[in-house]
């Protein structure tokens, strides 16, 4: 079974979904997902798109993916990418398929000028700590991610 990534399109759309579940599942948060098909097939016809996303195929059925989007580092003065989602279907998995998702996502972001690619990874997810390390990534550790989201960000963002 030959290996194909390509670029997803609008068409997709329930096929990223169902990677996205699968991903929420292996994460221990089955219930976190609250994208729909449609959203991400609006997202993706978009004139500027929200993200990219690649699919890991064999024999035309989706296996994994790498869902990413543009950053920019005011440090480096060069853009950047954030993976945000990189997810290789249990059966599947240990046969490079991960491996070679983010490797394309690496050759776009060098074609594209950026100055860095960039992710987060559970502290509890061991396997994906070792693989990211094994690709010469550096944990950087001294950096705190922080997030608003729900009422959180809507207070901040209309102060009474």
Do not use: K
């Given at each position: 079974?030959?290996?194909?990534?390509?670029?997803?399109?609008?068409?997709?759309?329930?096929?990223?979904?169902?990677?996205?579940?699968?991903?929420?599942?292996?994460?221990?948060?089955?219930d976190?997902?609250?994208?729909?098909?449609?959203?991400?097939?609006?997202?993706?016809?978009?004139?500027?798109?929200?993200?990219?996303?690649l699919?890991?195929?064999?024999?035309?059925?989706?296996?994994?993916?790498?869902?990413?989007?543009?950053?920019?580092?005011?440090?480096?003065?060069?853009?950047?990418?954030?993976?945000?989602?990189?997810?290789?279907?249990?059966?599947?998995?240990?046969?490079?398929?991960g491996?070679?998702?983010?490797?394309?996502?690496?050759?776009?972001?060098?074609?594209?000028?950026?100055?860095?690619?960039?992710?987060?990874?559970?502290?509890?997810?061991?396997?994906?700590?070792?693989?990211?390390?094994?690709?010469?990534?550096?944990?950087?550790?001294?950096?705190?991610?922080?997030?608003?989201?729900?009422?959180?960000?809507?207070?901040?963002?209309?102060?009474?």
């Amino acid at each position: 079974m030959p290996l194909v990534l390509r670029t997803a399109t609008a068409d997709d759309a329930t096929t990223i979904h169902a990677l996205v579940v699968a991903l929420a599942e292996y994460e221990r948060e089955p219930d976190a997902v609250a994208n729909t098909p449609d959203n991400l097939r609006a997202q993706l016809a978009a004139p500027h798109p929200a993200f990219e996303c690649l699919l890991a195929e064999e024999d035309g059925v989706a296996v994994g993916f790498a869902l990413f989007f543009p950053t920019y580092s005011t440090w480096l003065g060069h853009p950047g990418l954030w993976l945000e989602d990189l997810f290789v279907c249990e059966p599947h998995r240990r046969r490079g398929i991960g491996r070679a998702l983010i490797t394309r996502v690496a050759e776009l972001a060098a074609e594209r000028g950026c100055g860095r690619l960039e992710w987060a990874v559970l502290d509890w997810n061991t396997p994906a700590r070792d693989f990211y390390r094994s690709l010469g990534a550096t944990a950087l550790d001294q950096w705190t991610t922080h997030r608003l989201t729900g009422d959180a960000l809507r207070d901040l963002a209309s102060p009474r």
